[in-house]
């Protein structure tokens, strides 16, 4: 997905980026105005195309704020020219994250979300987007229709770039109708998901949602070939997105199936706190690891990292382990999910988990070796496709 997309910077800390298809509305703005007047105007053409970019943008903040008034932050968003993909960062699941603006009101609004159902906050969260186009074109009708009443608001083509105003209009109104067919990763999809997902596991409501989606994306282009192009191209982007979409959960679910320890490291060096840095430095030294449990008796007392070590000695010099060590980590149990480390990991920053049974350290987890992990899994799973293939 992200290879398929541009960056186009950050806006409020998310970040934007444009995906390639959305380079091509130029073009088929242009090619559509040439075959209907014989002639196209590039101005007001790219101007159309403005139009519907700042619309799709408004709508997926709309996301993304509603988003992160239940405590979930966006990650990045990428532009389609029928909408967008808001992609969450659900690596903190709990809306007990300090709300980004410091304001009594987003507190309180806060507190309020957290007593949602997941389902309803997806449904908050998936509507909020077609709300937005729904408010701007009311809004911009109402102001075109005080400001110029002699625009025609309801001529067909809707969308021309010969008409600015009536497409802005329009453009929002196409916007919020299309995210509501229930077509997943459509919003009206991820609407039916939420539904779905208050009577299955989150992983096969979106396989059921995705499959609606494909149907719907499969008779757009087929109706879309004997009517309307635009058809066809709605129908293409949304097998696009609902092909995404089932690769993201396809990964997830390996995620999900896969536990600690099948790829845990049980081949480990660990540190003593009465060791000294350069004693630590010289086992680091010798061994691949980046980061290492530190050991008293039987007992973990803390976590460090072979930077960490290096640093200390450059600013301190020579001191002990205990002085530097990091007493604050999380363990994990050697049934827990590769996802469940995943975000243990990332929502506190750390780089290794300690993989406990029964109280007692049986191997650990650092960032590095679970990316490795993740990278060999998704390889070993293309294999295993091309030889169902083959
Ligand atoms: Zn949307």
Redesign the pocket.
Known sequence: MRSWSISAGRIFGVDLRIHWTFLLLPLFVWYTEFASHGSANEGRDLALVGIIFASVLA??F??ALVARRSGIRAKSIILLPI??I?QLDDSQPSPGMPAAEPLAVGAVSNRKAAKLAPWQRDIRI?MA??LINLLIALLSAGIILAVAPHVDLRTWPFMQSRNLPRSLVWANLYLAGF?LLPAYP??GG?VLRALFSRRMDAIQATRRAVSIGQAFATLFMLVGMLSNIWLTLVGLFLFIASQMEERSVAFQSVLERVHLEDIMLTDFATLSPADTLEDALEKAVHSLQDDFPVIRGSDMVGVISKQKILEALRVEGNGYVQAVMNRIFEVAQKGESLASAFRKLTARNLSIIPVVEDQRLVGIVTLQNLMHSMALLAESRKLRKQALNS
Do not use: L
């Open positions: 709508h997926e709309g996301h909408g967008g808001t998936a987007g077609p995210n459509m919003d991820r």
